[in-house]
């Protein structure tokens, strides 16, 4: 059974930084491309970043370049995405997800497996 486990969201102030996790199981996650997704109130689900395989390709979504990063560990079968300078628009519910196969993609439809998400709060 594959299972994606976030963690990290919270209450932040604008400004601040948070970390998130997700943690997966049932898988061969280092022969896995990962990405992370969030939906904010009322809004369309959004890519945020992917990381392929190996850790040494990932992609930000153009307007959260500078402020949000993808990581991973391997051995830990655990993907990261560190988030800068939060603003109050960045509120959502943060998902990661494993892709079909082992490279970079930005397309949900790309992706088997979610996790139950996380929420981010920014406050201003």
């Known amino acids: 059974q594959v299972q994606l486990v976030e963690s990290g969201g919270g209450l932040v102030q604008a400004g601040g930084s948070l970390r998130l996790s997700c943690k997966v199981s049932?898988?061969?996650?280092?022969?896995?491309?990962m990405g992370w997704f969030r939906q904010g109130p009322g809004k369309e689900r959004e890519f945020v970043a992917t990381i392929n395989w190996r850790g040494d390709d990932t992609r930000v979504a153009d307007h959260l370049k500078g402020r949000f990063t993808v990581s991973r560990e391997n051995a830990k079968n655990t993907v990261y995405l560190q988030m800068n300078s939060l603003k109050p628009e960045d509120t959502a519910v943060y998902y990661c997800a494993a892709a079909a196969h082992v490279w970079t993609v930005t397309e949900p439809q790309q992706y088997n497996y979610w996790g139950q998400g996380t929420q981010v709060t920014v406050s201003s």
């Open positions: 049932g898988l061969t996650f280092s022969a896995t491309a």
